[in-house]
């Protein structure tokens, strides 16, 4: 979870520093690889989540979707596309559904293929 959610990447697993404090919490607990991460626990997180949102959204009466492009800190374009809808306490949610890295300039010709 916490690579998700501080947006860390999978090499942390090999910082000697992350390592030292992992050891800190518990000298036996053994360390998962950036490979086990990203190919086993994400991709599950991944897909609860996914299946959560199904659910959610099949019982939502409308929905709105919103693209945005926009620039990472480090300067990388991003294409995203985010579902605003109403939950039944009447409260207002977005979740993004889509991120995609754009390789060009995001201008009319370049957006087409996405």
């Not at 620039?71 to 579902?83: H, I, K, M, N, R």
């Amino acid at each position: 979870m916490m690579i998700a959610t501080d947006l860390q990447s999978f090499n942390i697993m090999n910082d000697i520093g992350f390592k030292k404090f992992i050891y800190c919490l518990d000298l036996k607990y053994v360390l998962s690889s950036k490979f086990t991460i990203r190919e086993n626990l994400m991709k599950n997180l991944y897909l609860q989540d996914f299946n959560k949102l199904k659910q959610i959204l099949n019982i939502v009466n409308y929905i709105a979707i919103t693209t945005d492009c926009w620039t990472s800190v480090a300067t990388e374009s991003y294409l995203s596309v985010t579902c605003h809808y109403i939950n039944n306490n009447y409260e207002l949610k977005s979740t993004i559904l889509f991120t995609k890295l754009l390789t060009k300039n995001y201008t009319a010709e370049n957006m087409m293929p996405y």
